[in-house]
């Protein structure tokens, strides 16, 4: 009966040992998941040891990923389509909904609808969840791809843009969206939240194999924070505001607009990773053939859409 006691302590111990020792290195976009997570608490007592790099954009935290670099990050479902389609050994292991993205005018322009476009300069990330946006716009609208002309540039370079009247809209997300809207008097022409996508936790298929306890505990930690953020919304916009230095509205505003619920149907997931990955195939950004169930992992999910424990 001692033996056994000391045999369970050392395994403990040895776990305990082994957790500590583990090191989580996670790419972010600014306002993305550290603010929710710090903000909910869920940061605290972590069993191993976490770093943090922060992103401008997709594109960049991407790059680091399949060099290796870091081992999970927060992307878009467009980007992730892009990734892989690009050969990056990576998979969504967590999931929300995103409703932030949004098509910038200015308040005077005769753009009011996706047929307004037309023959129109549209600034956007290549492969972004923006991009995606307009696309399906204009194919739910029965309109060509190229029936807008995209100016591809980066989220700050794509407002100061339409600022200058270099183009016409600008396809982008928050804070941008709510930024521009506040700041400029710009219009949202096109509103993300009739269009949801997906906002992922995404990992390398190394860590998912070698750091797959941490991956878990981390993606309960962002699940939970990301529930605690959307009924909460006043705490989690003072939280952004400091750290992106907004506007106090500029910041509710996109905490607001983004929602970032978690999502764990599987099903609805692949279904809406399917329908990113279509839309760029379609206008022959990425190869055909590409299936959402090699992008994400559904042993993360479950399939009856309750959280996993």
Do not use: C
């Not at 705490?235 to 905490?255: C, H, M, Q, T, W």
């Amino acid at each position: 009966m001692k033996r056994s006691i000391i045999a369970s302590a050392l395994l403990a111990i040895t776990l305990t040992s082994h957790a500590a020792s583990t090191e989580l290195v996670v790419g972010d976009q600014k306002g993305n998941a550290r603010a929710v997570m710090t903000a909910a608490g869920e940061l605290n007592n972590l069993p191993y040891e976490l770093k943090w790099y922060e992103f401008p954009n997709a594109a960049p935290l991407l790059e680091s990923l399949n060099s290796q670099h870091l081992d999970a990050g927060l992307v878009g479902d467009g980007p992730l389509a892009f990734a892989v389609a690009a050969g990056a050994k990576i998979r969504a292991v967590q999931a929300s909904q995103y409703l932030g993205n949004g098509l910038l005018v200015k308040n005077n322009s005769p753009v009011h609808t996706i047929a307004d476009l037309k023959g129109k300069k549209v600034a956007t990330v290549k492969g972004s969840s923006g991009q995606n946006m307009v696309l399906n716009a204009l194919h739910q609208a029965g309109l060509p791809d190229d029936s807008v002309n995209f100016v591809f540039t980066t989220p700050a370079e794509a407002t100061l843009a339409l600022d200058n009247g270099a183009v016409d809209a600008v396809a982008t997300w928050e804070p941008y969206v709510s930024f521009a809207v506040a700041q400029s008097g710009d219009r949202i022409a096109i509103d993300g939240k009739d269009a949801p996508v997906s906002n992922y936790l995404v990992a390398t298929d190394s860590a998912i194999s070698a750091k797959r306890d941490a991956l878990v505990d981390f993606r309960q930690r962002l699940i939970r924070a990301r529930a605690w953020g959307v009924a909460h919304p006043q705490e989690y916009a003072n939280g952004i505001a400091s750290l992106l230095r907004l506007p106090d509205a500029v910041a509710l505003s996109k905490v607001q607009r983004e929602n970032n619920a978690p999502v764990e149907d599987y099903a609805l997931i692949a279904q809406r990773q399917q329908a990113a990955i279509d839309t760029f195939a379609r206008s022959g950004l990425i190869k055909p053939g590409l299936q959402a169930s090699t992008l994400v992992d559904a042993s993360f999910f479950n399939p009856s859409g309750a959280v996993k424990p």
